[in-house]
Nanobody
Framework: QVQLLESGGGSVQTGGSLTVSCAAW??????????MAWFRQAPGKEREGVAA?????????LYADSVKGRFTISQDTAKKTIYLEMTNLEAEDTAMYYC????????????????????WGQGTQVTVSS
């Protein structure tokens, strides 16, 4: 199965920037159509979708309203790595950030549903101080 490893989390002040990365490996031979996404979960909160990106035959980037215009998801297909560039960080962005993967199209209406994803990383903590 696909394995994912996040990195790059840390502590940043409100208004600052941080980029987290997710390396992926273990794809089936010849697989080139998949969706990768970032989720986050804060204490006492449900896991929520942050952003998603398609690879392969589709290209789509999707964002939660709460991060639209502040966060950017991107990918390096050769390295099988996705990134989440976070700017203008707010205290509300403090959470454990998880990388997730599923085969096929992300889906405009379903990218943020954790139940649709097949593989998860263990998360990287992002802390934003007020």
């Amino acid at each position: 199965q696909v394995q994912l490893l996040e990195s790059g989390g840390g502590s940043v002040q409100t208004g600052g920037s941080l980029t987290v990365s997710c390396a992926a490996w273990g794809f089936s031979y010849g697989r080139n159509d998949y969706c990768m996404a970032w989720f986050r979960q804060a204490p006492g909160k449900e896991r929520e979708g942050v952003a998603a990106i398609d690879s392969g035959s589709y290209y789509t980037t999707l964002y939660a309203d709460s991060v639209k215009g502040r966060f950017t998801i991107s990918q390096d297909t050769a390295k099988k790595t996705i990134y989440l560039e976070m700017t203008n960080l707010e205290a509300e962005d403090t959470a454990m950030y998880y990388c997730a993967e599923k085969s096929g199209w992300c889906g405009v209406g379903s990218f943020s549903d954790p139940a649709t994803y097949d593989a998860w990383g263990q998360g990287t903590q992002v802390t934003v101080s007020s």
